[in-house]
């Protein structure tokens, strides 16, 4: 394994990598879009030892990666739809990520399905074999039962004590089953990009890609300055998600929009344990009331068709919101209103179109693409296998183009900050940034007496995170600081609140 070298990813160093990269003109891997996979490409590429450069035109995570349930999933959903190989790969890939890649930004999660009066028995028959069956996917993945605890029937008595304030009328028990969560999907592709940057990748954002041209050559622009060059990269890797069709047309990508809502935690009695429940009238889709490490709450998530025009940010429909506070209306007494939503957050699935009448039909496998250029093309997949799409697409990329490159050894390569669960809870910082942080939350604490100070009422986020982002992990701007370092932009009254903060960070 080699060595990480540096890894902090701040302005100057993007100024510095890009004029390089621009005065040489070659590459020998260029990833075009740095989501989780493109990060996860870039990281994959360069611990081989090829020159890599991976560029955004926005930021890391910009897109759908930001957008997810936060989930480590092992693959249940898949098997319920024959899936077996999608959901073997997603249990073993959980097992990677939360045992070493980021022990430190993964935890086990307790998910329970109440047996209300609308689960009918067979439904919860099907999902207790569902979970009985992940558990036998979680040992053939070889993930020990020490972090992911065996599904279990709950009485009546067990289920209501997991779920303050849940329907108590009719209740018959329920039964819970463990899945992986994230502590934040952004901050795991913020680390796998510092990652291969410290193996020598140079990670560029707001650098577009204008046009794939002949024998490699790529037409690039600075969106900081407007500047325009073109370089040759002996192979081409798109890892632009739902935009992979604006540069190789003859990929057929359908997007699937899924939206969250965003509560504060104690409109549900600040849970712990993450809730499912069947969506009426469906027969292999759930409702996630998913408890998030910052004292919110996510529910989710839709799954509709999103055709058009593929918008940066996409918006949620009332449509959709309605329905998600419909199906809580089932769960609770004193279910939340439409007022009581503090936030709502759309991601678009980069699915592959097979011709499946809906989007939830559509498999969550991946393909790679080769076309001429050489370009290889990844999409598709799930957040928890990005890892092996990545070594998927180089593996191509590398037989492709007859790059001389190493074997892939990303299955045994921690992140940055990443270290075994006993090591974590030893370091001398806050255990919250901890989890964020991994190792370096000693270096994220300033010892400025302010700089622990929380940036806005009601969430734990500091003044020291966001001049971390700055030097460490190339925050550019207020957004890039509070919504992709920070989660804070996900209620636009705290936002707001946090813009002073963020512009005076900014200003240095």
Known sequence: MTELGNSALN???RATELEQLVDRGTV???VIGLGVTGAGVALDAASRGLEVAAIDAHDFAFGTSRWSSKLVHGGLRYLAKAQFGVAYESAVERGILLQTTAPHLTRPLPMLLPALPSVQPATLALVSAGMRA????????RTPRSLLPRPRGLSATEARSMAPGIRVE?????????DGQLEDDARLVTAIARTAAGHGASMLTRVRALELGEDGEVSLRDELSGAVATIRAKVVINAAGVWSADLVPDIAVRPARGTHLVFDGEQFGHPTTAL???????????MLMLPQPDGRVYVGLTDVDAPGPIPD?????????????????VLYTDPPSRADVRGAFAGLRPLLDTGAERTADLSRAHLVHRSAGPVITIVGGKLTTYRKMAEDAVDAAVDEAGLVAGECITRTLPLIGAAPRDALAAVDAPQRLVRRYGVEAVDVVSGDPHGAEP??????????????????ELALDIGDLLDRRTRIGLVPAQRKAAEKAAKKTMKG
């Open 11 to 13: 302005a100057p160093r």
């Open 28 to 30: 020998d891997v260029l």
């Open 134 to 141: 992940g558990d036998g996917l979680r040992l053939s993945a």
């Open 170 to 178: 009719g209740m018959r028990g329920g039964v819970l089953g463990w």
């Open 276 to 286: 499912t429940l069947p969506i009426p009238g469906e027969s292999n889709r759930y």
């Open 313 to 329: 940010v996409p918006e949620p429909s009332e449509s959709e919101i309605s329905e998600l506070l419909d199906v809580l209306s």
């Open 455 to 472: 940036i806005v009422d009601g969430l734990p986020y500091t003044k020291d995170e966001l001049r971390f982002a700055v030097s460490h």
